[in-house]
C-alpha cells in the first residue's frame, strides 16, 4: 500500500482551493437538529443546515480522497428520500468509485449526527463488495490489526468487546477480525462500519479547512480497510516512518 503521507501532497487547484474555503465547517445547531424527535421536524432543518455543508464536503475533497485510495472516487451526498416515518439520526456524505450509486461498493463516508462527526469506511449488507471485502479483511487480518494498534482511534463500530462496546484500534486483534468476516460472509444482514470519530465539541469540527484536513487524515488512517475491496488485496505491517523536522 503506497500511503500518501501530508507533506507529499500535492497542491490543490485554484478551483478546489476556493470550493474548500467555502466550507465553515460545523456549528453547534448543526447537531442539535438531530435532536428534533419528528421527521417533519428534523428533515427540514437537516436539509436547511447539513446538507449544504456536506455537499461542500463532498465537492472540495473528491480528489484528495481520490489521491488518499488511489482511484477516482465520486461524490454522493444521502437524500433520505425513502424515509417517511423514522427520521434519520445521521446523514452523510459519501465517495465511491462508482458515479451511480455508492452503496454497493465499499465506501468512505462522512457523517454527522447529534454527537459525532465520522469517517467511516462502510460495507451495506447488500454491498457486491461484500464477500471480496470478507475475504480479504480474513486473509490480510493480522496486518490490519497491527495497522489499528497503532491507530488507536480506528473503531470497528460492528465488533463489539466483551462489555458491548465497539473495540478500538489497541483491543481489535486479528481473531477478532477473522470471526466478522466469517460472520459477514454468513449472515445475510451483517453490514461493516469502521470509522474515525470526532466528538462534536472537537475544536476541529467547527474550523472549516482544519475539518477538512482531519476528514482526510482520517481516511488515510483507514485506507487498508477500505482497500479490503479491491480484487487480490494483500497487506503487511510496514511502520510508518518517524518524520524529523
Not at 503506497?2 to 467555502?22: H, M, T, W, Y
Not at 428534533?36 to 447539513?50: C, D, H, S, T
Not at 479547512?209 to 494483500?234: S, W
Amino acid at each position: 500500500m503506497n500511503v500518501i503521507k501530508r507533506e507529499d501532497e500535492k497542491l490543490l487547484p485554484l478551483d478546489q482551493i476556493e470550493r474548500a474555503s467555502e466550507f465553515e465547517g460545523f456549528a453547534p445547531e448543526d447537531f442539535d437538529l438531530f435532536a428534533a424527535p419528528e421527521i417533519g421536524e428534523r428533515m427540514p432543518l437537516l436539509k436547511q443546515r447539513v446538507t449544504p455543508k456536506l455537499k461542500q464536503i463532498a465537492t472540495a475533497l473528491t480528489a484528495r480522497m481520490g489521491e488518499i485510495v488511489e482511484e477516482s472516487m465520486f461524490p454522493h451526498v444521502a437524500q433520505h428520500l425513502r424515509r417517511s416515518v423514522n427520521p434519520p439520526v445521521e446523514t452523510w456524505a459519501a465517495f465511491a468509485r462508482t458515479a451511480r450509486s455508492y452503496k454497493p461498493v465499499v465506501h468512505v463516508r462522512v457523517g454527522v449526527s447529534l454527537e459525532k462527526l465520522r469517517v467511516v469506511v462502510f460495507v451495506e449488507d447488500y454491498a457486491d463488495d461484500k464477500l471480496l471485502f470478507a475475504k480479504n479483511l480474513a486473509r490480510n487480518a493480522s496486518g490490519i490489526s497491527a495497522w489499528c494498534r497503532h491507530h488507536p482511534t480506528i473503531v470497528a463500530y460492528d465488533i463489539l468487546d466483551k462489555d458491548g462496546q465497539p473495540c478500538h484500534g489497541r483491543t481489535l486483534t486479528a481473531t477478532a477480525l477473522r470471526a466478522f468476516a466469517a460472520r459477514m460472509q454468513k449472515i445475510k444482514g451483517q453490514h461493516a462500519r469502521f470509522g474515525i470519530a470526532f466528538d462534536r465539541s472537537h475544536p476541529v469540527v467547527a474550523n472549516g479547512p482544519e475539518c477538512l484536513d482531519a476528514v482526510i487524515e482520517a481516511a488515510r488512517q483507514l485506507r487498508p480497510l477500505y482497500d479490503c475491496g479491491r480484487p487480490g488485496f494483500k497487506y503487511e505491517y510496514t511502520p510508518e516512518p518517524v518524520v524529523v523536522a
